[in-house]
């Protein structure tokens, strides 16, 4: 090997690793001689078939694989050498080197924090993806490029396996950080995954170009000597990394994008790859694959695209906030924030709040939050595009009007946030008399003054979806240029937040339902029938299944047409909706299946259900004028023990059922997320009414009785004394205080009170005052944190 490799010593090693020779992972033989084999443009079908016998447990999977369902194949394939044509030499040759590679190095871990099977799989799409990227770049060498991607992280397992620091651990202590994996072990462990893969593939004397992909594919490499190929294989193997951390497939649960080296964008410039096309590709690859592993990866080929450029833009903002210091902002000494937020860390908190964020409300909440923090408004708002009238609803709103201004819609292009609409300019208007743009109807909707407004467009990629606007200040001040900017930059990294997380949904709602009827689809049918004790808990030690079958799907379809007959599968969803009980569970299996699971229901009740379906059907498609189905509904009652039967139960039954057709169109973002946001807004109020049902003494309208003592401190004045807090909830509080005390309705105070739990735990709140009945005061927090887990687990406890 050349000095060009500057591979670490073996006592660097030592001091990272124990290198106990029993439990090394060594290179498998069978994959070597495929390696050596892949580099033979003469080798033949029968030596490739050769080599695999060698390995008996290879050969048996192959033959498995050959006869699944997956390729359909009429008759039992018996011998290796038919199952080697019937698959392609080269299909056979990335399928076996992958099972060796898997069964003999990859398969056994250590920690149980890594998740070897999440690991397998990141290491198949890159190993994929690097292929395809080798062709679509026009590297002589597509298999050297799929081999490198396949082990460019094996120096993880060396790390998981030998590593005299616990790697279970370092993962936990990964995910609480947002430090870049490679920089976390080489300050943490001593020497990164590159590095330490790089030697033992040395080791094993593999191809110098090969363990130079290893080493350099989160380093530098232009100032080392490499030629122009030995460049490409490494750029390719660093950029299918990258692209399949964007879209979800790390080798860790959690998103974590390395950064790419400058060179790397230099031998492959993404803009002129088309990067779509290799996903696809992958996408593709990778559901054959998946058969030897039993992971799926849905996708969308639209919904792939923008899932891809959005997790590009973010992590280029990650990149920009990470390096840059952010503007400087002054906050009030006398803020109260539970989660404090400075100047220079707010790209850090930002970006870490969003990461973890599971919808788009989250994404707002959490934006809303820090806007709050930094520029202390009265008002402020997310105002989003109604898809069907063009108008701005105000969507997500804090402050003082919240309760008059939520959902109320602002005529297209009327007042400040319709112009910014419009123009796409952010505005900061001062004095909002003097300004002909502003409108005055929302004022006099909810009786509230406007002195000055900064507002900001959520745009992406020149598409405006909404708008932030903030109003007047608690402190009296005026909004400066210098919050303009700094509300822009925050808008920007918002805008791309919600345009991922608006995605990453549409991708999660595709694999997981079906698109026509928006019930559960045939995935997610197979994925709750997997794990036998999670089933039993959920239902019940006897349960119910109906196989409900639409005869003649296909005939019908050419006689009344795809328009009609898809009428009547919503229809006939709608119907299933309607006749299932809370706990039951719905999935439309195939184009002409649906199947419904009755938990705790034996064979009496499960008569029962189809009744009332078949009743339900004839009645509804009546009122609907449209043509009934012809429908066949088989009802099973089985022991909860023989559940893991039932994939194969139904598979045997439905043999014959197609899958649904994917839908490729995805909507828009500025189309979509204002109905998106309203579902998501109505199902966390419909958990919120089934709390305050479960003990409406919690709810959030009249908070928990409580006895407990803090102090206050009012903004205007500066005068301070203490409370007696009566009634406490997540968004408003009650309390007593001594009448000598000139607080008035509207008034700001800052409040700070020790809960009586184990944890005393300190709840600091800013407040605005809304009614004052003798000495008692009845307040709302002016901006409470998403997450306040402390009182809630108090409040609801």
């Not at 992972?25 to 029968?46: C, G, H, N, Y």
């Not at 620091?165 to 430090?179: C, H, K």
Request: aromatic share 8%.
């Amino acid at each position: 090997m050349s000095d060009r490799l500057n591979l670490p010593s073996e006592s660097d090693i030592k001091n990272i690793l124990k290198l106990d020779q029993n439990k090394l992972p060594s290179f498998p033989q069978v994959a070597a001689k495929l390696m050596e084999a892949s580099r033979d443009e003469t080798i033949s079908l029968e030596d490739v078939s050769k080599i695999i016998e060698t390995d008996p447990g290879i050969s048996a999977r192959v033959l498995e694989v050959v006869n699944s369902a997956f390729y359909g194949l009429r008759r039992k394939v018996t011998t290796l050498s038919e199952a080697v044509v019937i698959l392609g030499l080269d299909e056979i040759k990335k399928l076996a080197l992958g099972m060796t590679i898997f069964e003999n190095m990859f398969k056994k871990g250590g920690a149980k924090e890594f998740d070897r099977l999440l690991f397998w799989r990141h290491s198949i799409a890159v190993a994929v993806l690097s292929m395809e990227l080798a062709k679509e770049t026009g590297y002589p060498d597509p298999e050297e490029a799929y081999i490198s991607g396949l082990l460019h992280d094996v120096g993880k397992i060396f790390m998981d396996l030998q590593g005299r620091q616990d790697y279970g651990a370092f993962i936990r202590d990964l995910s609480m950080s947002t430090d870049l994996v490679i920089e976390k072990e080489r300050s943490v462990i001593g020497l990164g995954h590159d590095d330490i893969g790089a030697y033992f593939c040395a080791q094993w004397q593999l191809p110098e170009k090969l363990v130079l992909a290893v080493k350099y594919h989160h380093q530098p490499f232009e100032h080392q000597n490499l030629s122009g190929e030995e460049k490409k294989l490494i750029s390719i193997v660093s950029m299918a990394d990258f692209l399949c951390w964007t879209q979800g497939m790390g080798s860790f649960d959690f998103i974590r994008p390395p950064i790419l080296a400058p060179e790397v964008e230099k031998n492959i410039a993404p803009e002129e790859v088309e990067i779509i096309k290799c996903i696809l590709a992958m996408n593709r690859e990778v559901e054959e694959i998946s058969a030897f592993y039993q992971f799926a990866f849905p996708s969308v080929s639209q919904l792939k695209e923008n899932l891809l450029w959005a997790n590009l833009k973010l992590s280029k903002a990650n990149t920009r906030y990470y390096f840059q210091p952010a503007p400087q902002v002054q906050f009030q000494e006398n803020t109260p924030r539970q989660e404090e937020t400075t100047s220079q860390d707010l790209g850090f908190e930002l970006g870490k709040s969003l990461a973890k964020a599971k919808n788009i409300k989250e994404v707002l909440d959490i934006v809303m939050f820090q806007v709050g923090c930094i520029f202390q408004p009265c008002h402020w708002s997310i105002l989003l595009k109604d898809p069907k009238t063009g108008d701005l609803v105000f969507s997500v709103v804090v402050g003082a009007n919240k309760q008059k201004l939520q959902g109320v819609k602002l005529p297209k292009g009327e007042g400040i946030a319709g112009h910014i609409m419009e123009t796409g300019e952010s505005l900061i208007i001062k004095d909002v008399s003097k300004d002909k743009r502003f409108s005055g109807r929302v004022d006099k909707h909810t009786r509230f003054r406007t002195r000055s407004i900064i507002g900001t467009p959520l745009k992406t990629d020149g598409k405006i979806f909404g708008v932030i606007e903030l109003v007047n200040r608690i402190n009296d001040n005026s909004f400066s240029e210098n919050d303009l900017k700094f509300l822009s930059d925050i808008a920007e990294y918002a805008a791309i937040a919600i345009e991922r997380s608006y995605y990453t949904q549409a991708l999660t709602n595709i694999a997981t339902k079906d698109t026509l009827t928006g019930l559960k689809n045939r995935w997610s049918f197979e994925r709750s029938v997997s794990g036998k004790k999670e089933f039993k808990i959920k239902y019940g030690s006897v349960f119910s299944m109906l196989v409900i079958q639409i005869n003649g799907l296909d005939r019908l379809k050419s006689e009344k047409g795809k328009t009609e007959c898809e009428r009547g599968l919503v229809a006939l969803a709608e119907a299933l909706k309607d006749t299932k009980r809370r706990d039951d569970t719905l999935f439309r299996y195939g184009d002409n299946s649906f199947i419904a699971l009755l938990p705790l229901t034996y064979s009496d009740g499960a008569d029962q259900a189809r009744q009332r379906i078949e009743t339900a059907v004839s009645k509804d498609f009546l009122t609907k004028g449209i043509p009934p189905l012809p429908l066949t509904i088989q009802t099973h009652t089985m022991d909860s023990d023989d559940a893991g039967q039932l994939k194969a139960l139904v598979a045997k039954a439905l043999a014959k059922s197609k899958s649904t057709p994917d839908r490729e169109n995805i909507a828009d973002i500025q189309d979509n997320l204002q109905p998106l946001l309203e579902k998501e807004q109505a199902k966390e109020q419909v958990k919120e009414e089934r709390l305050t049902k479960k003990d409406p003494g919690n709810s959030d309208k009249f908070g928990k009785m409580v006895s407990l003592s803090g102090d206050f401190k009012r903004l205007k004045t500066g005068e301070f004394g203490r409370i007696r807090v009566e009634q406490v909830s997540l968004s408003a509080i009650g309390f007593r205080i001594s009448k000598s005390h000139r607080i008035r309705v509207n008034d700001f105070l800052d409040i700070q009170f020790n809960l009586d739990d184990i944890k005393r735990s300190l709840i600091k709140r800013r407040i605005v005052i809304r009614e004052i009945k003798g000495n008692y005061i009845h307040a709302e927090y002016y901006n409470p944190p998403p997450y306040a887990k402390n009182l809630g687990f108090y409040i609801f406890s």
